[in-house]
């Protein structure tokens, strides 16, 4: 009796199922923060549904485990911008997918409003802003899940 035949598949059957139970499933609850870096720039001018390129600044953890590590990539949307002068509107951006375990996972996350130049109390009041904004990479967000991810 040939003892490798017997043995190599029972190894291979046991590495997998390490394997999987390692990759299994963890959910971020909705509510929990993501501290993010930009990697691009972003203009008040940029046209809505332009993508940009975040990195995550902290670990991000479920049950002690992490399961998001600081400079994991994720992108964003700009949601509202001053690109249309018929719709001009203040800059709004949120998250809209995140890169963990080799895949792309969408995320939805609140509305942020970047803030770098003066507003009149008029312009706050009807929500008008003057001039452009421009956030530069290496700017920090920070976004609230609003719906919880399973990774």
């Given at each position: 009796m040939n003892l490798g035949k017997f043995f190599i598949p029972v190894i291979a059957v046991t590495s997998a199922c390490v394997a999987a139970s390692s990759l299994s499933a963890a959910t971020i609850r909705a509510g929990t923060t993501l501290t993010v870096e930009t990697l691009s720039s972003i203009s008040s001018q940029d046209?809505?549904?332009?993508s940009f390129e975040v990195k995550i600044v902290e670990d991000v953890s479920v049950n002690?485990?992490?399961?998001?590590r600081a400079g994991t990539k994720?992108?964003?949307k700009i949601?509202?911008?001053r690109a249309n002068p018929r719709r001009?509107?203040?800059l709004n951006v949120d998250l809209t997918w995140v890169s963990a375990n080799g895949r792309n996972v969408a995320?939805?996350?609140?509305?942020v409003q970047p803030v770098g130049f003066q507003t009149t109390a008029r312009q706050r009041r009807y929500g008008h802003t003057a001039g452009t904004l421009v956030?530069?990479?290496?700017?920090k967000f920070e976004f609230q899940l609003v719906?919880?991810?399973s990774l």
């Open positions: 046209v809505v549904g332009r002690g485990n992490v399961v998001l994720a992108f964003g949601r509202s911008s001009s509107e203040p995320i939805k996350t609140n509305r956030v530069n990479p290496g700017t719906q919880a991810v």
